[in-house]
T-cell receptor, first 112, second 115 residues
Framework: GENVEQHPSTLSVQEGDSAVIKCTYSDSASNYFPWYKQELGKRPQLIIDIRSNVGEKKDQRIAVTLNKTAKHFSLHITETQPEDSAVYFCAAAETSYDKVIFGPGTSLSVIP | DTGVSQNPRHKITKRGQNVTFRCDPISEHNRLYWYRQTLGQGPEFLTYFQNEAQLEKSRLLSDRFSAERPKGSFSTLEIQRTEQGDSAMYLC?????????????FGPGTRLTVL
């Protein structure tokens, strides 16, 4: 089955700097790669996703890249703000409505 | 509230007791998913439904766990003879297979503590 790995497990950046989280997956059948943000005590919320027919996607300060050949995908957050502090999960699935396999998470702290 | 709802939000039980959780998905969403999340970990897939049909059940799910979605709307997850290792947040999500936005929306979760 699918296995998703994620690095780093914790990340601390100064406000205004960029943050990068990297993930790998194992199942070549995966074609959908969502990223979730989870604040303490709250539910995971989708912040951006990318499908296998696209190499890069951007939404304001957030961008994701996908290298399907290498089975790598990454999340980039620019101009970080304290409210970006949360746990971020990368994930993989065959489609957006199939079961989602999550990575172990990255705890991001943005220091004002 | 048109989001995914879960009840109860918290459940404390003694080892060996049975517990049942309920999930009400977003209206018109035909897919419903159950995940389990332990502290410091990512959500872990348990099972999912399309309408009333259970499509897949994780191998991690022991036979003490059973889930139903009898009318294709709300779902229940029952854990029999609870163990301390069952303590976790149980998350429900729903989505639609129709064209367009088919993102999975998560509920607030049910936090289970087994004493």
């Amino acid at each position: 089955g699918e296995n998703v790995e994620q690095h780093p497990s914790t990340l601390s950046v100064q406000e205004g700097d960029s943050a990068v989280i990297k993930c790998t997956y194992s199942d070549s059948a995966s074609n959908y790669f969502p990223w979730y943000k989870q604040e303490l005590g709250k539910r995971p919320q989708l912040i951006i996703d990318i499908r296998s027919n696209v190499g890069e996607k951007k939404d304001q300060r957030i961008a994701v890249t996908l290298n399907k050949t290498a089975k790598h995908f990454s999340l980039h957050i620019t101009e970080t703000q304290p409210e970006d502090s949360a746990v971020y999960f990368c994930a993989a699935a065959e489609t957006s409505y199939d079961k989602v396999i999550f990575g172990p998470g990255t705890s991001l702290s943005v220091i004002p | 509230d048109t989001g995914v709802s879960q009840n109860p939000r918290h459940k404390i039980t003694k080892r060996g007791q049975n517990v049942t959780f309920r999930c009400d998905p977003i209206s018109e969403h035909n897919r419903l998913y159950w995940y389990r999340q332990t502290l410091g970990q990512g959500p872990e897939f348990l099972t999912y439904f399309q309408n009333e049909a259970q499509l897949e059940k994780s191998r991690l799910l022991s036979d003490r766990f059973s889930a139903e979605r009898p009318k294709g709307s709300f779902s229940t997850l029952e854990i029999q003879r609870t163990e301390q290792g069952d303590s976790a947040m149980y998350l429900c999500a729903s989505s639609s297979t129709s064209a367009g936005d088919n993102e999975q929306f998560f509920g607030p979760g049910t936090r289970l503590t087994v004493l």
